[in-house]
């Protein structure tokens, strides 16, 4: 069996193993497992942000827990406005989904935009630096802003909404979510087959000569960059509402660390492997996190052992060498 | 009529030395330049001006009437000059197609067409570029090229290090563009192929042009003096 085709099996195992877990957590009442698979879905669907710039455009962002957070505050500062029947800049809240998620990832791409078009400017180590600078700037910002709880966090008291579903109901906010991960996915495999991802690539490889042959690195560049924020900032929103908190922990390095490990334990640049390396991280946690405090550690071996071994991830070590490497 | 590409009294530097000694050299619209001269005389270097990658210090790198001296790379090559850098230099981990549509622009040369210039790149869509012969390299480099539409196509040392047959093939290539009204320059050393090809030669010595004319009128003792042949 040739790699291109276990790729696609493996692809289609995750996928389906993603939904009949929890539908079988669903049938046998086992509501936290619905909402581990939750978990996992919305992580994939930041981590799939994430592998745009990172994975297909070789931008080591590690601030992109800056546009997680700011998806996460947009969802909790519209509901809170909704709760109390406040407007914000003139302009009431909301306690819907899909206006929601708007919003969150034009503010997200925005960001991503500003953050973008000045870091990458830079690159290499540099890169790496500016990035995170950043998302300790947002970071200190939300942990001193007291109109939306300051360090404490804002606790969205009602799960916003989502047209024909009842999303206090795990299973029907876990369908929300795997529906928008697959989305996700779809645009990825299509961004990555297209003019735009090959682009995207060879500029990876090789600036100068991508620029000798016509592609603007800096314009490509920054179009993925603002992508991957988006995206990033629309796992944010869902984020919040699955936890049904938001606090500045969310933008914390240690998340923008989370995303990397999550993309570097499931396959670089792989269609799936946000979907693999959040599956293990939630996994790692649940269940090394109930035998031992220290979880972290394991899964810091593990992580050691996939980058000295495995460094095409999971995806890597079962279906072999990235196409595109 | 305004040539396509102008290059008018280049001095270009490589940090403290000075590599071109105040080249210019034209190519008219449909015309063939070839541009010859030894190792280090400056045919690369005038190459990567034209097609700027590299500063000039004084003088102007003008294509279809405007001026691109202070443009970066990317702005040339969407102007219209294809370069086919010497060494082929592809993406080696995208496939063939990648390649081929990273950098491309709308124009009659769309994938179709590439592949049915070169079968041998329809046959290998999927393959990663590192893993073609060399002579497959060098028509993804050229397809890869001729992908951005271009006016211009630059060719630098296309053929070098290749089989014979394989030059023979990527010769007749070029001969069969030039026929479609493709305006060409390419820098290369084999004499014999040169001549029958080029409407125009221009050799370079020291990072100057040393003598420019007709391929007929590039006498044994012209070669022998400046291309030690």
């Keep these: 069996m040739d790699n291109l085709r276990k790729e696609w099996l493996l692809n289609a195992l995750l996928a389906g193993a993603l939904f009949a877990v929890p539908l079988w957590a669903w049938m046998a009442n086992e509501p936290f497992i619905i909402t581990l698979a939750t978990r996992i879905a919305i992580l994939a669907i930041a981590a799939v942000g994430l592998n745009i710039a990172l994975g297909l455009g070789g ?3 590690f601030g992109h827990a800056l546009y997680l957070g700011v998806g996460g505050y947009v969802a909790g500062i519209a509901a809170y406005h909704a709760f109390n029947g406040t407007t914000v800049m003139g302009l009431p809240g909301t306690n819907q989904m899909l206006p929601i998620w708007g919003v969150a990832m ?4 925005l960001v991503a935009g500003i953050v973008g078009a000045l870091s990458l400017r830079t690159s290499g180590i540099f890169f790496i630096m500016i990035t995170l600078a950043f998302a300790q700037m947002g970071f200190f910002f939300t942990l001193s802003w007291p109109a939306y709880g300051g360090e404490d966090g804002l606790p969205i008291f009602m799960r916003n909404q989502f047209p024909g579903l009842n999303t206090a109901r795990p299973w029907e906010l876990f369908l929300v979510a795997y529906g928008v991960l697959l989305v996700t996915l779809a645009l990825f495999a299509m961004l990555r087959a297209a003019r735009f991802g090959a682009a995207l690539m060879a500029i990876r490889q090789n600036p100068d000569r991508a620029a000798a042959i016509g592609i603007s690195p800096f314009g490509i560049k920054l179009v993925a960059f603002v992508l991957s924020g988006m995206i990033t900032g629309l796992a944010g929103a869902m984020m919040a509402d699955l ?4 606090s500045p922990a969310m933008m914390a390095w240690t998340m923008s660390g989370e995303l990397i490990v999550i993309i570097i334990l499931g396959g670089v640049g792989r269609l799936f492997g946000p979907v693999a390396g959040a599956a293990i991280l939630v996994g790692f946690e649940v269940f090394f996190g109930g035998l031992t405090e220290h979880w972290k550690l394991w899964l810091g071996l593990v992580l050691l052992a996939v980058v000295l071994f495995a460094r095409g991830g999971l995806i890597g070590l079962i279906a072999g060498r990235a196409q595109n490497g | 009529m305004t040539p396509l590409l102008d290059l008018e009294n280049l001095h270009v530097f490589y940090g403290a030395s000075q590599a071109l000694f105040g080249v210019s050299l034209q190519v008219r619209e449909g015309q ?4 010859m001269g030894r190792n280090g005389m400056g045919k690369s270097t005038t190459i ?4 700027r990658m590299l500063p000039l210090r004084t003088g102007a790198v003008r294509f ?12 040339a090559a969407r102007l219209g000059i294809g370069l086919v850098p010497e060494g082929r230099r592809c993406f080696p981990n995208l496939t063939v197609t990648e390649n081929l549509i990273a950098s491309a622009r709308p124009g009659p040369w769309d994938l179709a067409r590439v592949q049915g210039f070169f079968p041998r790149l329809a046959e290998r869509t999927h393959q990663l570029a590192a893993t073609l012969s060399g002579g497959e390299q060098q028509m993804l480099a050229i397809g890869r090229a001729l992908m951005t539409n271009p006016r211009l196509l630059v060719l630098d040392e296309a053929t070098e290090g290749l089989a014979p047959v394989i030059r023979q093939e990527i010769w007749a290539a070029i001969t069969k563009l030039k026929a479609d009204g493709l305006s060409i320059l390419l820098v290369d050393k084999t004499l014999s192929e040169i001549l029958p090809f080029a409407d125009h030669c221009v050799i370079l010595e020291r990072g100057a042009v040393a003598w420019q004319g007709q391929p007929e009128a590039l006498s044994a003792d012209i070669a022998t003096t400046y291309l030690g042949v």
Excluded: E, H, K, Q
């Design chain 1, 59 to 61: 931008m080591v962002s």
């Design chain 1, 106 to 109: 034009v503010v997200s791409g």
């Design chain 1, 243 to 246: 936890t049904r908190f938001v």
């Design chain 2, 32 to 35: 063939a330049v070839a541009l």
């Design chain 2, 48 to 51: 990567a001006t034209a097609c």
């Design chain 2, 64 to 75: 279809a009437g405007r001026d691109i001296s202070a443009a970066p790379s990317f702005r």
